[in-house]
């Protein structure tokens, strides 16, 4: 079952961005979607996801090792029961279909904003929250 979200939670959220000068608008952004990133790595470390127990997971697809999708899956696999949000510059419905059959629950455009963001990702745990839908 997915974990449990409304406005109130603290949602553990773990980002893998490549790209270091990212992480501080990432991090802006998760903050003002009420969520509380932990750690944040360059790369999909599968035991280290495992061992953070994130509610959410953010990944930049366009930029992790061996390609975004295999990196969802990856994450999937780390961390089941996670939210799992690509973020991305692309805006190929192939892309896109294929990142959502790897473990994606929703993609985010690199050209939104930090509140088009935050409002994304309130939208998705929430969905995820009233459906109680789990990707196993």
């Known amino acids: 079952m997915a974990p449990a979200y409304d406005e109130r939670s603290v949602v553990r959220t773990y980002v893998i961005e490549p790209q ?25 470390d599968s035991e280290r996801i495992a061992l953070a127990k994130p509610d ?21 696999a780390a961390a089941p029961h996670a939210t799992i949000l690509a973020y991305t510059a692309s805006d190929d419905a192939a892309f896109s279909a294929i990142c959502t059959i790897a473990g994606t629950d929703a993609l985010i455009a690199k050209s939104s904003g930090a509140g088009e963001f935050a409002a994304t990702v309130r939208r998705t745990l929430a969905a995820r929250r009233r459906t109680g839908r789990s990707r196993e």
């Open 20 to 44: 270091t000068t990212f992480v501080p608008f990432l991090e802006r952004a998760l903050g003002e979607a009420g969520l509380d990133v932990v750690a944040v790595s360059a790369g999909v």
């Open 56 to 76: 959410a997971v953010v990944v930049d697809v366009d930029f992790v090792e061996k390609g975004g999708p295999n990196a969802l899956c990856q994450v999937r």
